[in-house]
T-cell receptor
């Protein structure tokens, strides 16, 4: 069974631009979560989507947004990029349930560099 | 202040040596997870501990959950270069039945041949 895939793997942008990252979950998984990983702050939760609805959100500014499609694929968008947005962005998928926590499986991440 | 404090931040050892990394908090948790992240990859779940005092073994890795469920340790016996990676502890924070993972900052382990 294929794992979580993320595209692109590497991305270089300049300040002020916007970027869209994509995540394809494991087949059959309906929940997708996004995390930001930086050397200074570690791994931080951005948001989670289940059945095309945002179910949970971390403490990030409104420049960070996401969406989920009917096939469970998800995208996250960062507008007006800042230098501090340089990070590894990880996507994790799980079966998804409204009544319990399910194990999350992580993709390899997208390395975003903002110049 | 981090909810989960991991120590040490960095550990470099020779192949065959033992090592222990720690994950501490002032909060009580119903469960705690350990992940390993290798360069260029996402974290991979190693174990979930749920009972105070619980000890779980995964080949040469031994995980312990503190009696009070506030801390955990990971011990590696006879480390091998393949054990190199970032070891992260994490807890599940639940809001309205939806859980999200909160991670510690991690311990970077380097095992040299």
């Amino acid at each position: 069974k294929a794992g979580v895939t993320q595209t692109p793997r590497y991305l270089i942008k300049t300040r002020g631009q916007q970027v869209t990252l994509s995540c394809s979950p494991i087949s059959g998984h309906r929940s997708v979560s996004w995390y930001q990983q930086t050397p200074g702050q570690g791994l931080q939760f951005l948001f989670e989507y289940f059945s095309e609805t945002q179910r949970n959100k971390g403490n990030f500014p409104g420049r960070f947004s996401g969406r989920q499609f009917s096939n469970s694929r998800s995208e996250m968008n960062v507008s007006t990029l800042e230098l501090g947005d340089s990070a590894l962005y990880l996507c994790a998928s799980s079966l998804g349930s409204s009544s319990s926590y399910n194990e999350q499986f992580f993709g390899p991440g997208t390395r975003l560099t903002v110049l | 202040t981090q909810l989960l404090e991991q120590s040490p931040q960095f550990l470099s050892i020779q192949e065959g040596e033992n090592l222990t990394v720690y994950c501490n908090s002032s909060s009580v948790f119903s469960s705690l997870q350990w992940y390993r992240q290798e360069p260029g990859e996402g974290p991979v779940l190693l174990v979930t501990v749920v009972t105070g005092g619980e000890v779980k073994k995964l080949k040469r890795l031994t995980f312990q959950f503190g009696d009070a469920r506030k801390d955990s340790s990971l011990h590696i016996t006879a480390a091998q270069p393949g054990d190199t990676g970032l070891y992260l502890c994490a807890v599940i924070m639940t809001t309205d039945s939806w859980g999200k993972l909160q991670f510690g900052a991690g311990t970077q382990v380097v095992v040299t041949p």
